[in-house]
């Protein structure tokens, strides 16, 4: 076990027994957003199919920021399609997410803030998604923003304040909340992986 490891579940009680203590310091999942960029043209509406169908809202289209000759891309051309799910939808499609990528996260999926992102590459490998053969198969970015609750005044529109230092949240609060909530292991590096023939 590395010394980062050992670490967190050293300060892994800590935390658990300060939100207890303080329940306005406990996380909660702010938003879950998923975006799929798939570049103009059918395969983004059918990226668009295969999104609304997975989280039941309309997703969202967006735009190139400039033209990439290299890749066919017109600046303000419609590229990529995302959908930002909230509370109690935003829960279970992470569930079923997290079920995707076998209940294991890295540590380098993880920003300074406390928030974390990763990747599917294929959409039917979430549970009870089957396959379809007009729609083909499609990958996924998912980040997920962790907060603290009180997070609010730093984007309303009246008197917004800073959140200070003691209130943010930390990679490693995150890691215990996500860790103890879904159950997810978090490891280092990836494993490697063993084929039989």
Request: glycine letters at 4%; hydrophobic letters at 35%; charged letters at 35%.
């Amino acid at each position: 076990m590395s010394a980062e490891n050992e670490a967190l579940l050293e300060n892994e009680e800590l935390y658990i027994k300060d939100w207890e203590t303080y329940p306005m310091r406990e996380p909660l999942i702010s938003k879950v957003v998923v975006d799929m960029c798939t570049g103009a043209g059918e395969q983004l509406n059918r990226a668009s199919t295969i999104l609304e169908e997975l989280t039941d809202q309309t997703p969202v289209q967006s735009r190139a920021k400039q033209t990439v000759r290299e890749f066919g891309i017109r600046r303000r051309e419609p590229i990529a399609v995302r959908v930002t799910l909230r509370d109690d939808k935003a829960t279970e499609f992470l569930e079923k997410a997290l079920k995707a990528k076998d209940e294991v996260l890295l540590i380098k999926n993880w920003d300074d803030s406390g928030n974390f992102a990763f990747g599917i590459s294929e959409h039917i490998d979430i549970p009870d998604v089957k396959y379809d053969p007009e729609l083909g198969i499609q990958g996924m970015n998912i980040t997920v923003c962790v907060e603290r609750p009180g997070y609010r005044v730093k984007r309303r529109r009246k008197q917004r304040a800073k959140i200070p230092y003691r209130h943010r949240l930390t990679p490693e609060e995150s890691m215990v909340f996500i860790k103890n909530k879904f159950g997810v292991e978090i490891l280092e590096k990836e494993r490697e992986r063993t084929y039989l023939f």
